[in-house]
Each structure stands twice: as C-alpha cells, then as structure tokens.
C-alpha cells in the first residue's frame, strides 16, 4: 500500500474536494499508537463493512505491519476498497483495512477522524449519500453509491 500521511490533504482515489487522508499506514513509517474508545472501535468497524463501493482500486495490497510482525495478514482480496467518512468541512479518505490496523496494530487515528466516525450517518443512508455529495459532488456523476 502506499503511506500517507495523516491528515494530508490528498486523495488516493484522485478524487477532488477537501479530501483527508487517514490511516494509509506502512510498516516503514511510525504512526500513532493508543487505545480508544470501544464505541469507535464498533462505529469504525460498521462503516468498513459497508464501504461507499467494492473493488476501486487494482491490485492486491498486504498488510506491511503484519508482515513487519510476522504475523499472517487479513485477507488481501479485502484491500479493494476505500472508506470515506463525511465531516462538516471536509471527507476522510481511508483504507478498508483502517479497522485492522485499529484493533491488531493499536492504530489511533487522529482525533478528528474519530469524531467524524462517531457522528457519521448510517453507510448506505441518504444522509450519508447526502454528506458525501456536499464535499464531493464528482460521485454522483461516477455514480459510485450503491446501496
């Protein structure tokens, strides 16, 4: 996978808007490390299990951190896709492994992807759609919500 930093404004999927990157994490950069709340761990863990939309990316990604440990890894065919947590400026770009790294690699996130997480609409929701579309309005014309 490749790293980014927290926070940076940028989009791995090239998408265009206020877009902040979260979690794109290698095991040859450091990141922050910590507990969190369990309710976060439960909220982050809906959300990835229903992403905005499968298979967006190609190729297989692995966890380095996984293999750094060498530990076996998620299931790579996994890796495909990108979670997109809405906020009230901005849209947080994540990996779907952002939960794995959470709840095996102590992963914490900065805080305001946390808050955006625990206030976040119901994926699939129309006031999900809706957030989404405030910051990144390209969606609806690539017609990438599925419900």
Do not use: N
């Amino acid at each position: 996978m490749t790293h980014i930093s927290d926070l940076a404004p940028v989009s791995y999927m090239g998408l265009k808007g206020p877009i902040r990157a979260v979690g794109w994490l290698e095991s040859s950069h450091p990141f922050s490390r910590g507990s969190v709340d369990p309710e976060f761990s439960r909220r982050l863990v809906a959300l990835v299990e229903r992403p905005l939309r499968d298979s967006m990316m190609l190729g297989i990604h692995y966890c380095s951190l996984c293999a750094a440990e060498d530990r076996i890894g998620p299931d790579s065919r996994s890796s495909q896709s990108e979670l997109l947590v809405p906020a009230l400026d901005c849209v947080y770009e994540a990996p779907i492994w952002i939960g794995h790294y959470v709840l095996a690699h102590g992963y914490q996130p900065p805080e305001e992807f946390i808050r955006a997480v625990m206030t976040c609409p119901k994926p699939g929701s129309k006031e999900y759609r809706t957030a989404i579309q405030a910051h990144v309005p390209s969606l609806v014309e690539l017609d990438w919500f599925t419900v």
